[in-house]
């Protein structure tokens, strides 16, 4: 099912009208909007059909709008209908009393709907969708179950004047699923010339995964994008274990699987994380 986007605006006025708790700190509690002004954010959701990882801005309409704000949407993720590297728009809308509100994600076949709850002192989103578009893989799986979590960054993702390559150097845990598979291990990332170079040491591999283990090195590499913000990981040679990742802290990565199955040929919403060794 598509869902315009007139009608997630019209779902996301009638859900901002009703009553939530008390007890969030707004800001500014005579322009709720201003909540996410300016912010950055990192962000991953998943569902049954496929998974996604990106940055999102937020910023309110000068002189427009206010109830409603702006987002800059950089995606990336794995579906039938759209590609990777995605840049997209989205509007938001923030509860009256700041406990949370809505995100909206547009792309050029999509529009989906977020209901977030803040978490950690506003610092942390827990995501629900709230429409059932089918961002469905290749065999037609609807995209059900779609929800996620949003960290706020520091700000715009920089390298700080670093090789973007070597932002991501070191030694990582990783564990990663989705409904048919689960692995853990780590992952040991160097820099050879123009190369980001893995060493892949697998603790246990479970279902229909594609990774080697348990106690098997293996050969990957990782790609890292200009403003590092994230990259890609390729965990073993050839396209299967291959995920997108976004930062969400500089010991902490957000992964989303790019790869299908082989003899499969579709996904189903392989996830991960991997924190810093």
């Known amino acids: 099912m598509r869902v315009s986007i007139a009608t997630v605006a019209v779902c996301m006025l009638a859900v901002s009208l009703m009553p939530l708790p008390a007890g969030a700190q707004c800001i500014n509690p005579a ?3 201003q909540q996410l002004d300016g912010t950055t954010w990192a962000f991953r959701t998943s569902d049954l059909a496929d998974s996604a990882v990106g940055i999102f801005t937020a910023k309110m309409v000068p002189n427009g709008s206010f109830t409603v704000g702006r987002l800059s949407i950089t995606e990336n993720y794995f579906t039938q209908y759209d590609s990777e590297n995605n840049q997209a728009t989205g509007i938001y809308t923030i509860d009256p009393d700041c406990s949370g509100g809505t995100l909206v ?5 999509y529009a989906l709907s977020y209901r977030f709850v803040f978490a950690a002192g506003g610092t942390q989103m827990f995501l629900v969708a709230t429409n059932d578009a089918v961002r469905s893989n290749l065999i037609g799986i609807p995209g059900v179950g779609d929800y996620g979590k949003a960290v706020k960054l520091p700000g715009p993702p920089t ?5 973007p390559l070597s932002v991501f150097a070191g030694k990582w845990s990783f564990v990663s699923h989705d409904v048919l598979t689960a692995e853990n291990g780590f992952l040991t990332a160097s820099v050879s010339g123009n190369r980001g170079l893995l060493n892949v040491l697998v603790n246990v591999a479970s279902g229909l995964s594609s990774l080697s283990g348990p106690g098997l090195m293996q050969q990957g590499a990782y790609t ?6 994230g990259g890609t990981l390729q965990l073993k040679a050839g396209v299967t274990g291959t995920f997108a990742f976004v930062f969400a802290s500089p010991n902490e990565i957000f992964m989303a699987g790019l790869s299908t199955y082989p003899g499969l040929n579709f996904s189903v919403g392989s996830i991960g994380t991997a924190v810093r060794y």
Not at 224 to 229: L, T
């Open 31 to 33: 322009l709720p909007i």
């Open 105 to 109: 994600f547009t792309g050029a076949t």
């Open 159 to 163: 390298c700080g004047g670093a090789d």
């Open 224 to 229: 890292m994008s200009a403003d590092c913000s």
